[in-house]
């Protein structure tokens, strides 16, 4: 099966056909470094790495080129700068730093380009200019706004009519504004805000244009995929299109948006304990804290459990099971320790998921099917088996960014004490077993459940895991 994409913009199942296959790429909105990120920044990131690392095994890893930009200059950015009485850069450096810490115990892979937005003034007054040239903005008291009126399919990825957008938006009210409904491109700085030349006076980029000019600038376009957070539909993403159509020219074109990008995408909301994440219930959780309280895979497992364009429930169950999950995975690695794994690819079943719109859900099924050929050929002491299986499952898991750790590392959080007393009971069980005391192999085993402690027996003698 080839892979198969939901586009958010034609709103449908679509095969995935880059404009060049030799040069394949894909753009992803990322942090604005200001603060720890919350775990639902992190979905996005973990879902699209899901999606390069299939992209480079299927192209080839020097035929895929993943931009993901990082803002570092914004209001939010400035506030915190100037409570603290420093410079943005030492705000920015101190949070990207974090940012790329948390996603490194994430498995999350670096991006091919990061492009940052203090990098690219240039390219963005450009950009800006061109559009004007176009006439589809205009300068007014320092500031560059969008005309949307000048871009018939203003709407078209959000599925939303303009008279809809205006109601169910906060539209800044301004007196150079031709139309509220109109952005900004390019607005004057503050005096005490960071600022940059232009032809309509020092000031800073907006926003929406940041992403339009670095995606150009880095990946040229059309780009085959531009994805992000289902937040960012509109009013972002419905932003970024009108304005990189517009610069060249395109607007009133049948085929305008795929000028732009070809294939749009965007991962569900995620709540916690069924509420929105909001800093007045106070139920904001930091990806920050969460990497360090356990492991990151443990967080990612649980980031991908669903669906990636389904909505998320993030609570201390999820956790837990995806623990147990990985644990279940790591457990049969662990024990197939001594067979080497054959060099192989995933399984056909687990391929036909992942290659459905990244179907999570069904991969992970695949990994258990496979991890369940490990324990019936260790059982059965088919070493050939146990090598096919393992390479299958390595090779499987790798896609999905998991099983990244030493198995045995994995488990070496056991308490010692614990781990001595549960070895010296299975010798004894052993020996029990040897001599048909049945009695006394039964007691052992009763004590080993009350330690929590599941017991696989094989052709080379039993092995252990805790339950969950």
Same mark, same amino acid.
């Given at each position: 099966m080839a892979l198969h994409i939901h586009?958010?913009?034609?709103?449908?199942?679509?095969?995935?056909?880059? =404009?060049?296959?030799? &040069?394949?790429?894909?753009?992803?909105?990322?942090?604005?470094?200001?603060?720890?990120? =919350?775990?639902?920044?992190?979905?996005?990131?973990?879902?699209?790495?899901?999606?390069?690392?299939? %992209? &480079?095994?299927?192209?080839?890893?020097?035929?895929?080129?993943?931009?993901?930009?990082?803002?570092?200059?914004?209001?939010?950015?400035?506030?915190?700068?100037?409570?603290?009485?420093?410079?943005?850069?030492?705000?920015?450096?101190?949070?990207?730093?974090?940012?790329?810490?948390?996603?490194?115990?994430?498995?999350?892979?670096?991006?091919?380009?990061?492009? @940052?937005?203090t990098d690219y003034i240039e390219a963005i007054?450009?950009?800006?200019?061109?559009?004007?040239?176009?006439?589809?903005?205009?300068?007014?008291?320092? =500031?560059?706004?969008?005309?949307?009126?000048?871009?018939?399919s203003y709407g078209a990825l959000?599925?939303?009519?303009?008279?809809?957008?205006?109601?169910?938006? &906060?539209?800044?009210?301004? *007196?150079?504004?031709?139309?509220? @409904?109109?952005?900004?491109?390019?607005?004057?700085?503050?005096?005490?805000?960071?600022?940059? *030349?232009s032809p309509w006076g020092e000031g800073r980029p907006g926003w929406h244009i940041e992403c339009s000019a670095m995606i150009e600038e880095t990946l040229g376009l059309p780009i085959d995929i531009h994805g992000g957070g289902i937040d960012l539909v509109f009013p972002h993403h419905e932003n970024e299109i009108a304005q990189g159509v517009c610069a060249h020219g395109h607007a009133h074109g049948d085929a305008a948006h795929d000028e732009y990008a070809r294939y749009w995408? @965007?991962?569900?909301? %995620?709540?916690?304990?069924?509420?929105?994440?909001s800093k007045s219930i106070g139920n904001v959780l930091l990806l920050h804290d969460l990497?360090?309280?356990?492991?990151?895979?443990?967080?990612?497992?649980?980031?991908?459990?669903? @669906?990636?364009?389904?909505?998320l429930d993030w609570n201390q169950t999820l956790l837990e099971q995806s623990r147990k999950n990985l644990d279940r995975l790591?457990?049969?690695?662990?024990?197939?320790?001594?067979?080497?794994?054959?060099?192989?690819? *995933?399984?056909?079943?687990?391929?036909?998921?992942?290659?459905?719109?990244?179907?999570?859900?069904?991969?992970?099924?695949?990994?258990f099917a496979l991890s369940s050929d490990i324990e019936r050929g260790m059982t059965a002491g088919d070493e050939g088996a146990v090598a096919t299986a393992k390479g299958q499952l390595i090779a499987a898991a790798s896609i999905l960014g998991v099983l990244q750790a030493n198995p045995a590392e994995w488990f070496s959080g056991v308490d010692e004490g614990l781990k001595a007393e549960v070895e010296d009971l299975l010798e004894q069980r052993a020996a029990a077993r040897t001599a048909k005391n049945w009695a006394e192999a039964d007691r052992i085993r009763d004590r080993l459940n009350e330690l929590n402690v599941v017991v696989m027996d094989g052709p080379q003698g039993a092995t252990w895991r805790m339950k969950g």
């Amino acid at each position: 099966m080839a892979l198969h994409i939901h586009d958010t913009l034609r709103r449908e199942k679509r095969l995935f056909a880059p =404009h060049d296959p030799n &040069r394949v790429s894909l753009y992803v909105c990322g942090p604005t470094v200001y603060d720890y990120a =919350h775990i639902g920044n992190a979905r996005p990131q973990v879902v699209f790495d899901v999606l390069v690392r299939l %992209l &480079r095994r299927t192209y080839g890893a020097d035929k895929v080129v993943y931009a993901r930009n990082v803002t570092d200059v914004d209001d939010k950015i400035n506030a915190k700068a100037a409570r603290e009485g420093v410079a943005i850069g030492e705000i920015t450096a101190r949070y990207e730093a974090a940012y790329l810490a948390d996603m490194g115990l994430l498995n999350v892979s670096p991006p091919d380009i990061a492009p @940052h937005v203090t990098d690219y003034i240039e390219a963005i007054t450009k950009q800006i200019q061109a559009i004007i040239d176009a006439g589809c903005a205009y300068a007014a008291e320092g =500031h560059v706004l969008f005309d949307v009126s000048s871009y018939p399919s203003y709407g078209a990825l959000s599925g939303r009519n303009l008279d809809d957008m205006i109601a169910g938006a &906060r539209v800044e009210v301004a *007196p150079y504004k031709k139309n509220p @409904h109109d952005f900004v491109l390019w607005k004057p700085s503050k005096a005490d805000e960071p600022s940059w *030349p232009s032809p309509w006076g020092e000031g800073r980029p907006g926003w929406h244009i940041e992403c339009s000019a670095m995606i150009e600038e880095t990946l040229g376009l059309p780009i085959d995929i531009h994805g992000g957070g289902i937040d960012l539909v509109f009013p972002h993403h419905e932003n970024e299109i009108a304005q990189g159509v517009c610069a060249h020219g395109h607007a009133h074109g049948d085929a305008a948006h795929d000028e732009y990008a070809r294939y749009w995408m @965007h991962n569900g909301f %995620l709540t916690v304990d069924a509420e929105k994440m909001s800093k007045s219930i106070g139920n904001v959780l930091l990806l920050h804290d969460l990497v360090q309280a356990m492991p990151g895979e443990v967080v990612r497992w649980a980031l991908l459990s669903a @669906h990636y364009r389904q909505p998320l429930d993030w609570n201390q169950t999820l956790l837990e099971q995806s623990r147990k999950n990985l644990d279940r995975l790591y457990g049969a690695l662990h024990r197939a320790a001594g067979v080497e794994a054959a060099d192989v690819e *995933p399984p056909v079943e687990f391929m036909k998921s992942i290659e459905d719109d990244l179907n999570t859900p069904g991969a992970m099924a695949a990994l258990f099917a496979l991890s369940s050929d490990i324990e019936r050929g260790m059982t059965a002491g088919d070493e050939g088996a146990v090598a096919t299986a393992k390479g299958q499952l390595i090779a499987a898991a790798s896609i999905l960014g998991v099983l990244q750790a030493n198995p045995a590392e994995w488990f070496s959080g056991v308490d010692e004490g614990l781990k001595a007393e549960v070895e010296d009971l299975l010798e004894q069980r052993a020996a029990a077993r040897t001599a048909k005391n049945w009695a006394e192999a039964d007691r052992i085993r009763d004590r080993l459940n009350e330690l929590n402690v599941v017991v696989m027996d094989g052709p080379q003698g039993a092995t252990w895991r805790m339950k969950g």
